[in-house]
């Protein structure tokens, strides 16, 4: 990875840091709350909130965005990954959902080569293969919990991918205030479809504190994955999205008093090497570029 590339990963971890804690916010509340009203609320807060932001700054203008075909399948795409990473973790612990759902980093990679034209480097695909290996290992012991939580995994990682890799087509058309706009305005519009049958006023303190943050969990944690994907593209951030299973972990044992056994320890620790290698390789890479380009210069006739 480019020096210059490094600030995208700030911003990507602090994304990921957001979504685990939305994620647990939101398979605590989930005991007590129907599920689909709750991911109603999770869009419709920061809708409100990053939309009379706009119209304050922008006055009429607040809604305008290039390419609105692809605004609406980024709001569509992102509204699905969430209802259903939601109901996985309805039906399979933390650590688990999470897991299956790291199809997702392999997903962008052929998305972004498949749509974008990236080329990702040989270092990539090593990384998102050892990553893959340590998912499957991580997995392993979980197969007895196949079902709707396993399918329903899937397909948010593969809802999410179309929406990391569409997030990357406008990126460089709009600033991130306005891709978080839209993203969650089309989400909450989707959702008023269906939410209102089953959405009830919050109980107690509990759901009066979560229901409200599940939304700014889950805008500022989009904010700053867009910010990331400003800065580099996907398939070099893709290996690194693994780093969100650390922080299931944690919150699976803090939470839920839930720790990973033996096989989920060695699969992330397997995990943790892909990004590690990564590293390792953009910086060798970083260091011959600059020397190739030293040997350049002082090969320049005066």
Same mark, same amino acid.
């Given at each position: 990875?480019?020096p210059?590339?490094?600030p995208?990963l700030?911003?990507?971890?602090?994304g990921?840091l957001?979504f685990?804690?939305?994620?647990?916010?939101?398979?605590?509340?989930?005991?007590?709350?129907?599920?689909?009203?709750?991911?109603?609320?999770r869009?419709?807060?920061?809708a409100?909130?990053?939309?009379?932001?706009?119209?304050i700054?922008?006055?009429?203008?607040f809604a305008?965005?290039?390419r609105?075909?692809i605004?609406?399948?980024?709001?569509?795409?992102?509204?699905?990954?969430?209802?259903?990473?939601?109901?996985?973790?309805s039906n399979?612990?933390?650590v688990?959902?999470?897991?299956v759902?790291?199809?997702?980093?392999?997903?962008v990679?052929?998305?972004?080569t498949l749509?974008?034209?990236e080329r990702?480097?040989?270092?990539?695909w090593?990384?998102?293969?050892?990553?893959?290996?340590?998912?499957?290992i991580?997995?392993?012991?979980?197969? &007895?919990?196949? %079902?709707?939580?396993?399918?329903?995994? /899937?397909?948010? $990682?593969l809802?999410?991918?179309?929406? #990391? +890799?569409l997030?990357?087509?406008?990126?460089?058309?709009a600033?991130?205030?306005?891709?978080?706009f839209?993203a969650?305005a089309?989400?909450?519009?989707?959702?008023?479809?269906?939410?209102p049958a089953?959405?009830?006023?919050p109980?107690?303190?509990?759901e009066?504190?979560i229901?409200?943050?599940?939304?700014?969990?889950?805008?500022?944690?989009?904010?700053?994955?867009?910010?990331?994907?400003?800065i580099t593209?996907?398939?070099t951030?893709?290996?690194?999205?693994?780093?969100q299973?650390?922080?299931? &972990?944690f919150? %699976?044992?803090?939470i839920f008093n839930? /720790?990973?056994d $033996?096989f989920?320890?060695?699969?992330? #620790? +397997?995990?943790l090497?892909?990004?590690?290698?990564?590293l390792n390789?953009?910086?060798?890479n970083?260091?011959?570029a600059?020397?190739?380009?030293?040997n350049?210069v002082?090969?320049?006739p005066e």
């Open positions: 990875m480019r210059e590339q490094r995208a700030l911003w990507l971890f602090v990921i957001l685990a804690t939305m994620d647990s916010a939101a398979k605590y509340v989930a005991r007590t709350y129907p599920m689909t009203a709750a991911v109603w609320f869009y419709l807060v920061p409100v909130l990053v939309g009379s932001y706009l119209i700054t922008r006055g009429r203008r305008h965005a290039p609105p075909g605004q609406l399948l980024r709001g569509i795409t992102v509204v699905c990954s969430t209802l259903c990473f939601w109901t996985a973790l399979l612990p933390l688990e959902a999470a897991t759902s790291f199809i997702g980093p392999t997903i990679v052929i998305l972004s749509l974008l034209g990702p480097l040989r270092s990539h090593i990384a998102l293969a050892m990553g893959f290996i340590g998912v499957l991580a997995l392993r012991p979980g197969f &007895t919990h196949t %079902g709707i939580g396993a399918i329903a995994a /899937l397909g948010s $990682a809802f999410y991918s179309f929406y #990391l +890799v997030t990357r087509m406008v990126a460089d058309q600033d991130s205030i306005s891709l978080l839209h969650n089309i989400g909450a519009l989707v959702l008023t479809v269906i939410a089953t959405v009830r006023m109980e107690g303190w509990i009066w504190l229901l409200p943050l599940l939304g700014v969990f889950g805008a500022t944690g989009h904010w700053c994955m867009i910010k990331a994907y400003e593209d996907a398939s951030l893709a290996p690194f999205m693994y780093v299973l650390l922080f299931a &972990t919150y %699976g044992w803090l839930t /720790l990973p $033996a989920t320890l060695l699969g992330m #620790l +397997v995990i090497a892909s990004g590690l290698y990564v390789e953009g910086r060798k970083a260091k011959l600059a020397l190739n380009k030293g350049e002082s090969a320049t």
